[in-house]
């Protein structure tokens, strides 16, 4: 038998430095105290938490912290992508967005993609033991009509410190965090830099 349209998932430690991730967590944390808009936003799209996406959802443009974590992102969204056989040398994928997540209980993210974008990921800073996975779907699942029933869904339990990297079209959900703790996350979209193949 052989195996075709596989969907590859990366999950791994991001090499960067304690001080810079602690930084990171730092400035998200004061996010919300800055952000009126993005405060008024989550209210109404994110419940009971904050997510900077409707309103600064180019962090890496604006804070030093974050292009750092920006430049790091770079290559492993790179390797990632010439693993999948997509960049060559006229075609470079660029960060575009990068916004903020804080996910305190029962704040949730229903299913979603992103589709501008080529690749996704999210960047775990605090993960609290038992907090919400991010669930992945089957991309085939509304094709399997008369197909016996089979699990079309799958759980990634990120750790802090550790980047998931996926293709944009594969729709993900962060289910309700049933803990206390605070789960704290950057997300980030890389699409084709079209300068580039100029
Ligand atoms: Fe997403």
Known sequence: MRTFFETHIEKKRLPIP?????????TALRLPELDVTGRAWSKKNYP???????SLSELHRHFTVFERLGNALDREVRAYASGLGFESKKERLALTSLWVNLMPEGCYHAFHHHPHSVV????????????????????????????????????????????ILFESWLKHEVPPNRMKGLRISVSFNYELDRSSSR
């Open 18 to 26: 304690v001080a810079l991730h602690r930084e990171i967590r730092k």
């Open 48 to 54: 009971k938490g904050y997510t900077s996406y409707g």
């Open 120 to 163: 996704s990921g999210t960047y775990y800073v605090d993960v609290p033991r038992g907090s919400s996975p991010l669930r992945i779907e089957d991309p085939r699942a509304p094709l399997f009509m008369a197909s016996p029933m089979r699990r079309i869904q799958e759980d990634l339990v990120p750790r802090a410190g550790e980047v």
